[in-house]
């Protein structure tokens, strides 16, 4: 059972322009997500996160939405660089996860120059 | 501070022999985690150990899987015997719990081949 998915495996933008990375989940005892960006031969690495007390966050270029009703949390990156083209993971945490993080599969971005 | 140390980088073994994967986590984290990445179910979780104890190990796929955290500087993670369908990616992560983070740091990343 997959309680955290990201239904695109892969995101193609042009420099400059805005990326937008969705994810699902179906645990509505989740209270507390983050997204890792993640590099090729190196490991995940912590971007941003929101609570859900919360429905947006935002840190520079990076900003994250939460729809609690919906179940479903966005990454938007803007503007987008060429530096940003990873791996970006979602996850989730809730009071009876422990210290688990539940993790979506990934979505490969790409921004092309 | 060094983060995360995983060794080896990467490991190339034939099937049937013993692989032993290493984790230092940073000085202070109080929770290790061993994760293993595959292309086709992402970042699964194999185990976590809160204080050396081991809490959670339902992600282990099966008994060739073992964790080990003599202390709190070093874990192993063993698979014994080894088999194809084990390669992948393996990382390690430490944690340290703060009321309002659930932020994990990452090693990065030992790449295991199973010939």
């Known amino acids: 059972d997959q309680q955290v998915k990201q239904n695109s495996p892969s995101l193609s933008v042009q420099e400059g322009r805005i990326s937008i990375l969705n994810c699902d989940y179906t645990?509505?005892?989740?209270?507390?997500f983050l997204w890792y960006k993640k590099y090729p031969a190196e490991g995940p690495t912590f971007l941003i996160s929101?609570?859900?007390?919360?429905d947006k966050n935002e840190d520079g270029r990076f900003t994250v939405f939460l729809n609690k009703s919906a179940k479903h949390l966005s990454l938007h990156i803007v503007p987008s660089q060429p530096g940003d083209s990873a791996v970006y993971f979602c996850?989730?945490?809730?009071?009876?996860?422990?210290?688990?993080?539940?993790f979506g599969e990934g979505t490969q971005l790409t921004v092309n120059p | 501070d060094a983060g995360v140390i995983q060794s080896p980088r990467h490991e190339v073994t034939e099937m049937g022999q013993e692989v032993t994967l290493r984790c230092k986590p940073i000085?202070?984290?109080?929770?290790l985690f061993w994760y293993r990445q595959t292309m086709m179910r992402g970042l699964e979780l194999l185990i976590y150990?809160?204080?050396?104890?081991?809490?959670?190990d339902s992600g282990m796929p099966e008994d060739r899987f073992s964790a080990k955290m003599p202390n709190a500087s070093f874990s192993t993670l063993k698979i014994q015997p080894s088999e194809p369908r084990d390669s992948a990616v393996y990382f390690c992560?430490?944690?340290?719990?703060?009321?309002?983070?659930?932020?994990?740091?990452f090693g990065p990343g030992t790449r295991l081949t199973v010939l």
């Open positions: 996850a989730a945490i809730g009071p009876t996860s422990g210290s688990r993080l539940t």
């Open positions: 645990n509505s005892m989740f209270d507390y």
């Open positions: 929101i609570s859900s007390i919360k």
């Open positions: 000085s202070g984290h109080n929770s």
């Open positions: 150990f809160n204080n050396n104890v081991p809490i959670d």
């Open positions: 992560a430490s944690l340290t719990r703060n009321p309002s983070y659930n932020e994990q740091f």
